[in-house]
């Protein structure tokens, strides 16, 4: 919850003028205009107004203006920004490692009410968290390597200097978008915060629901059969292919549910969104965790069937789930950004769309070093977080 109310902090906009006061015949705009976290996919581009000798001339593009005299001028840029965008990777972490935890939290949650406390209780056997997490971090530092050795061969094959284009990326200065005609940083800060808030829905309730499920499904013939059968809807209709029929039935057939960049209140087009990811993923992750739980008659001599169940049964299958959210995690994000571009929802995807569609190289570049990072350390925090909570691990 946390990290979703900061996604909502992020993607909070105002209205700002940015002035540049000079003298000379060509009135050339602040220099670090480009910098702001512009909220381009939603309000549009900045607009630029020039004051000099009384008179204001309003631009449409942000440029130099060649005065017709020489004399005293203001350049003013304004527009909407996200001045809280910086937050949006904060609070995608926060979603991913509070799912985790919740998740476990959940199934402990059912085995105290029905087992009591003395039940639940895990117990160390050996390993070190220490040694587990620099094997997980030397793993995620060789992924790193091999996406910026790509990111270097498109530089050099574009005629930059891989050396500074690399420094670059390390600093976090990926420099200006050809098409947007600003900071590649700040448009994918300003998208990724509206990824984040879908994502975060979208991955919270369908990790949670299907805790829920596959507990009471160890109980309901019914609800694990009916599970059983949505895997296939999550086959078949991918989200993209899911999207493409909630806005024909939501929207163009009954009007229910606005469509398109939000204008006014975003909860209404947060809804096509969540549901087209939501809906087939919950039927594949109930099933994966379900595929984690032996075929077995659930009894053993001597213990009482509930113990089974929900203390080794569901306690194992819950540890071995935990690495699983992580892959769901990834691919529910890569399923986000087509879904991004069909609804026109002003996140990562849409932006990624726009730049391969205008040939701007560099936000694609950026954009592919951004996800690679989020996928490289999501599987980091997940196995940091499966360390601490599998009881085979020392602290």
Request: proline content about 4%.
């Amino acid at each position: 919850m946390l990290g979703i109310l900061i996604s909502v902090i992020a993607i909070q906009q105002k209205y700002v003028e940015v002035y540049n006061f000079g003298y000379g015949n060509v009135a050339i705009p602040p220099n670090d205009w480009q910098e702001y976290y512009w909220a381009i996919l939603v309000k549009g581009y900045p607009n630029a107004t020039v004051f000099y000798n009384g008179k204001f001339v309003n631009l449409q593009n942000v440029c130099n203006y060649t005065l017709p005299v020489t004399s005293y001028y203001t350049y003013v840029v304004k527009g909407y920004e996200e001045p809280y965008a910086f937050l949006s990777p904060i609070s995608m972490f926060l979603i991913l490692t509070g799912t985790l935890i919740g998740f476990k939290g959940t199934t402990l949650f059912f085995q105290e009410r029905i087992l009591g406390k003395d039940l639940v209780k895990g117990y160390a056997v050996g390993g070190s968290l220490t040694r587990y997490a620099l094997k997980r971090l030397s793993s995620s530092l060789v992924s790193l390597v091999l996406v910026f050795v790509v990111i270097i061969i498109l530089e050099y094959l574009h005629g930059r200097n891989p050396y500074y284009a690399l420094l670059e990326f390390l600093e976090f200065n990926a420099g200006v978008s050809s098409y947007f005609k600003v900071s590649i940083t700040s448009l994918i800060l300003t998208t990724l915060s509206y990824t984040t808030l879908l994502l975060g829905i979208s991955f919270s309730l369908t990790v949670y629901l299907s805790a829920f499920l596959v507990i009471y499904g160890l109980q309901s013939p019914l609800i694990s059969k009916i599970m059983d059968k949505w895997k296939y809807i999550g086959s078949a209709l991918a989200s993209w292919v899911f999207a493409m029929i909630i806005i024909y039935l939501l929207h163009f057939f009954t009007g229910l549910l606005p469509y398109g960049t939000p204008k006014g209140d975003i909860l209404s087009y947060l809804v096509m969104p969540v549901i087209s990811l939501f809906f087939p993923f919950i039927g594949i992750f109930v099933n994966r965790m379900l595929t984690a739980i032996p075929k077995t008659s659930f009894s053993i001599k001597g213990l009482d069937r509930k113990i089974v169940i929900y203390r080794h049964v569901l306690g194992n299958a819950t540890v071995v789930m935990l690495s699983s959210i992580s892959s769901a995690f990834v691919e529910m994000l890569l399923a986000e950004m087509l879904v991004e571009g069909i609804f026109q929802w002003p996140g990562f995807g849409l932006l990624l769309k726009y730049a391969v569609f205008n040939g701007d190289y560099k936000v694609v570049e950026g954009s592919m070093l951004i996800y690679s990072t989020l996928t490289v350390l999501s599987n980091f925090v997940t196995d940091l977080v499966y360390g601490v909570l599998d009881p085979r691990v020392t602290r």
